[in-house]
């Protein structure tokens, strides 16, 4: 059964979307054969690119102006962020974030923009849900059994993540936080090394993606105790929320949001938005979207600016629990 929010993320896909491309493509910019721009500040392949790239073509459309989809990678998506708010003020220039963007400004010395003025934010699109896995060889079956096995034995676990100051280092510094157990973090470099170490023992949990875990999960592999998200998965229905599991206030997701340089006009943002909602109900995102784990999300342009303001103190508060920092 659909949970209420899977219906109201369908309902803001779907909705209006027969007038969403008439006042697209009267409110962007002209003439209608420029390209817009889309900044992927992060790799070719990953979850944000894989996603960017299946809305392409339907955001295309409803805009009418071809898509060119850019990477731009380094530096935890530093280097491309700074593209995006330094482009034109005129629609011709996007780009596709993650938490990637509110982390940054804790780990790295020198952030050459400010991560809430120096973007628009058109639209939160969805979330990226997380699993906190272990080794199929650690004697626990559930989070109570993981946190009463941390406990009778301090300091021996180590839990992956690939990298520091990452999104998979800052959910389990979360599980730290919450609970007040000891465990030693071991950063790899990618997802790629941490699920083969964790498959051999060399580190013993990890949160990871959905996606990316959940073939070893239903071999047996790997054994899944819960999800980071306030909702269960549809790849892992079986699986708790980390909240029902017994950490009642645990709530850690990525993301990933469409933005503009600041001052952007309304009319640009108001119609990218629309466009967007249109693009999302294309079979070419609805295959990635379930493909990659994702879970939508109904934030527009009017609430996403406080969303980011939130995300940020909470992902600075984490980076400065964890230490983590980059040159």
């Known amino acids: 059964m659909k949970s209420n929010t899977s219906k109201r993320a369908l309902a803001w896909m779907l909705g209006a979307a027969s007038c969403s491309v008439a006042f697209a493509a009267s409110a962007q910019l002209?003439?209608?054969?420029?390209?817009?721009?889309?900044?992927?500040?992060?790799?070719?392949?990953?979850?944000?690119?894989?996603?960017?790239?299946?809305?392409?073509?339907?955001?295309?459309?409803?805009?009418?102006?071809?898509?060119?989809?850019?990477?731009?990678?380094?530096?935890?998506?530093?280097?491309?962020?700074?593209?995006?708010?330094?482009?034109?003020?005129?629609?011709?220039?996007?780009?596709?974030?993650?938490?990637?963007?509110v982390i940054n400004p804790g780990i790295y010395k020198t952030v050459p923009y400010d991560s809430l003025k120096d973007i628009t934010p058109i639209a939160v699109l969805a979330t990226v849900p997380l699993v906190l896995v272990v080794n199929a060889a650690l004697p626990v079956k559930t989070v109570r059994e993981l946190l009463d096995y941390a406990r009778?034995?301090?300091?021996?676990?180590?839990?992956?993540?690939?990298?520091?100051?990452?999104?998979?280092?800052?959910?389990?510094?979360?599980?730290?936080?919450?609970?007040?157990?000891?465990?030693?973090?071991?950063?790899?470099?990618?997802?790629?090394?941490?699920?083969?170490?964790?498959?051999?023992?060399?580190?013993?949990?990890?949160?990871?993606?959905?996606?990316?875990?959940?073939?070893?999960?239903?071999?047996?592999?790997?054994?899944?105790?819960?999800?980071?998200?306030?909702?269960?998965?549809?790849?892992?229905?079986?699986?708790?929320?980390?909240?029902?599991?017994?950490?009642?206030?645990?709530?850690?997701?990525?993301?990933?949001?469409?933005v503009g340089p600041a001052g952007l006009p309304k009319n640009i943002v108001d119609a990218d938005f629309a466009a967007m909602r249109t693009a999302l109900g294309s079979p070419e995102a609805q295959n990635a979207i379930t493909g990659q784990g994702l879970m939508l999300l109904n934030i527009g342009p009017d609430a996403a600016p406080a969303f980011f303001q939130t995300e940020l103190v909470k992902h600075q508060k984490l980076v400065k629990q964890s230490g983590a920092k980059l040159d």
Do not use: C
């Open 30 to 101: 002209a003439p209608s054969d420029k390209p817009i721009r889309m900044v992927i500040p992060l790799a070719a392949g990953s979850t944000v690119d894989a996603v960017a790239r299946s809305l392409a073509p339907g955001f295309g459309r409803a805009t009418g102006h071809p898509i060119v989809v850019e990477n731009l990678v380094g530096a935890g998506g530093i280097p491309g962020t700074a593209q995006i708010v330094k482009a034109p003020k005129d629609g011709s220039t996007l780009g596709m974030v993650s938490s990637n963007h």
């Open 152 to 258: 009778a034995h301090p300091g021996t676990l180590n839990y992956g993540s690939a990298g520091n100051g990452s999104t998979l280092h800052l959910a389990g510094e979360l599980l730290v936080s919450e609970t007040a157990i000891d465990m030693k973090h071991v950063p790899y470099r990618g997802t790629g090394p941490l699920i083969t170490d964790l498959i051999g023992g060399q580190v013993q949990l990890a949160f990871v993606s959905v996606s990316q875990v959940a073939p070893q999960v239903k071999a047996g592999s790997l054994r899944a105790l819960g999800v980071s998200t306030t909702t269960r998965s549809a790849a892992l229905p079986d699986v708790p929320t980390m909240a029902e599991a017994g950490v009642p206030k645990y709530s850690f997701d990525a993301w990933i949001a469409l």
